[in-house]
């Protein structure tokens, strides 16, 4: 760290946009520093260029997943028209990096082969974690020198076992394809969106080859992938996977804007997502419970593919039984459908959502039932 930088930080310290008052220890002080240098574009590899982003073979977390801290803004002025949008989807970035940082850490080679998966397993999860860093850098540069670029906070992934994290990781990759639709329709540059679509065809990429290699299934997803317009509602229902107050306080909340809904999961006794089976649903976080008006109608909004189907659903003896709902049996058997509880037919805006999303998995189904069962 150069006199410079240190001037540097600390003139943006007095910019209020951090408040450098406690004393930190050396180590935090120097990887803080180290940080700062990503607030220049040019700065490092380069995704698309650099070899690490595809073929570093390294235990420890690929550039800059190592570099954790949030990037200061270098100037002062309005933030650029997407910088919310990018912050969010780097907030979520940050999820889904340490989500395969961490299986890297805690698994080998051997520990795939054990589990009946092919040997290329581990090094494909490798490859997979560098090109999410990638994305994390790429996203870092489109946060505009007057935002903060959002930094890593501490996270916890209910798996276990490779063949959980595989499950997971299959659900999480489906889930961004599906979000990615709707905050493409966020942002208002063109070159951001296109920038947008890669991502999700990047995704594409790591769940086709889930498809195939571990699940042994047709990897086709019929004519179209899921649109859901209402993306941070999908990163909202992400904050389970958050640890609480872990994050840099100088990062923006996640998901902004948050209407805090209620997460909506199915019931552990699910035997099938298939279309045409009938659920019972479940609200999984006893803090944040629904609240339904007393002789008021509502729905289940079923979105799979371009369209969208709504189902009535009883919420008049709720909590004492549960609320059920069929899965519309018109629909494929296909990718993904994400579920929301609305008080309005269609879910027109995202104001009539009362609860969710869920995602339900339609590929490999029975690998979504086992997931509703350990939820
Ligand atoms: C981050 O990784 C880079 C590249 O491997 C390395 O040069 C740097 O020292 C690391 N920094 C920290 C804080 O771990
Ligand atoms: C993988 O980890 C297991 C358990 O920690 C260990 O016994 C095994 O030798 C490791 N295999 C490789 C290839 O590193
Ligand atoms: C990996 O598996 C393939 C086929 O399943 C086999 O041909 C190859 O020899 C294996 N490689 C190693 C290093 O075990
Ligand atoms: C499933 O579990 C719920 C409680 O979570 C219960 O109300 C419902 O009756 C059960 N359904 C079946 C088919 O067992
Ligand atoms: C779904 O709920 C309705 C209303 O509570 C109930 O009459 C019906 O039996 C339930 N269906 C199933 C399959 O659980
Ligand atoms: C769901 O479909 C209905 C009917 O086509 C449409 O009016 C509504 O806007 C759709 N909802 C969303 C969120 O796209």
């Known amino acids: 760290m150069g006199v410079n930088d240190f001037l540097r930080a600390c003139a943006l310290a007095a910019l209020g946009t951090v408040a450098l008052s406690k004393p930190v220890y050396t180590h935090r002080r120097a990887a803080f520093f180290e940080a700062q240098k990503l607030a220049d574009p040019t700065y490092g590899p380069v995704p698309g260029q650099d070899p690490i982003f595809n073929t570093y073979w390294g235990k420890a977390p690929t550039w800059p997943g190592n570099l954790t801290d949030p990037v200061l803004p270098t100037k002062k002025g309005p933030p650029g028209v997407d910088d919310q949008v990018w912050q969010n989807l780097l907030a979520a970035e940050w999820i889904i990096f340490n989500f395969y940082q961490q299986a890297v850490e805690m698994f080998n080679e051997s520990s795939f082969i054990a589990a009946g998966m092919p040997n290329t397993t581990y090094q494909r999860v490798k490859e997979i974690r560098n090109n999410e860093a990638g994305h994390l850098r790429m996203f870092q540069t489109q946060i505009s020198e007057t ?98 107050g872990s994050c840099p306080k100088e990062n923006p909340e996640y998901p902004y804007p948050n209407q805090h809904l209620p997460a909506l999961g199915a019931s552990k006794n699910t035997t099938s997502f298939v279309p045409g089976a009938t659920i019972d649903l479940a609200f999984t976080d006893p803090q944040n419970q629904p609240k339904f008006v007393p002789g008021k109608q509502y729905y289940a909004v079923f979105f799979h593919g371009l369209k969208n189907i709504t189902v009535p659903i009883d919420t008049c003896d709720w909590p004492k039984k549960s609320i059920n709902a069929t899965i519309p049996a018109k629909f494929e058997q296909k990718g993904v459908i994400a579920t929301v509880i609305a008080d309005t037919p269609g879910a027109p805006t995202k104001d009539t959502i009362v609860a969710g999303p869920g995602i339900i998995l339609e590929q490999p189904e029975p690998l979504g039932v086992k997931l509703a069962q350990l939820s």
């Open 147 to 244: 935002s903060v670029k959002p930094g890593a906070c501490k996270y916890h992934f209910p798996y276990y076992d490779p063949a959980s994290f595989l499950a997971l990781g299959t659900v999480l990759e489906i889930s961004s394809m599906a979000f990615l639709t709707g905050l493409v329709q966020q942002v208002k540059l063109d070159k951001a969106k296109g920038a947008m679509l890669t991502i999700a065809e990047t995704e594409t990429r790591h769940e086709v080859w889930a498809l195939m290699d571990i699940w042994k299934m047709n990897p086709l997803g019929g004519p179209s992938d899921t649109v859901f317009p209402y993306a941070n509602e999908v990163l909202g229902s992400t904050s389970n996977l958050v640890v609480a």
